[in-house]
């Protein structure tokens, strides 16, 4: 018996590797995801912050060192300034009760 709707198929069916819009894999993709989950909350910050910059590590790499520094500083602070707005909101969040 085979249930017709998309994403349930029989058991022990195999699942082929497709090619995603992006050019990649599946398989591909699950290993970007894997490798941003492994990321710290600021390396994911920094990604972020790239991303919208336009720049990728690799790009990062053959910049000259003035522009690199730069850079550098923008993500540093920006990194601040989201850690210092995160510290604000739970300010009274928690309470530390003990018996």
């Keep these: 018996m085979s249930i017709g709707l998309n994403g349930i198929s029989a058991p022990g069916a195999s699942y082929p590797v497709r090619a995603t819009s992006s050019g990649s894999t599946e398989a591909s993709a699950k290993d970007d995801f894997l490798k941003y989950a492994k990321m710290t909350p600021a390396e994911k910050i920094r990604e972020q912050i790239l991303k919208k910059m336009g720049l990728t590590e690799e790009a990062l790499a053959g910049m ?3 522009e690199l520094e730069k850079i550098n500083d923008a993500i540093k602070e920006k990194i601040e300034e989201l850690v210092k ?3 604000e909101k739970i300010v009274g ?3 530390d ?3």
């Design 64 to 66: 000259p060192q003035k």
């Design 85 to 87: 707005q995160g510290r």
């Design 93 to 95: 969040a928690f309470a």
């Design 97 to 99: 009760i003990k018996a």
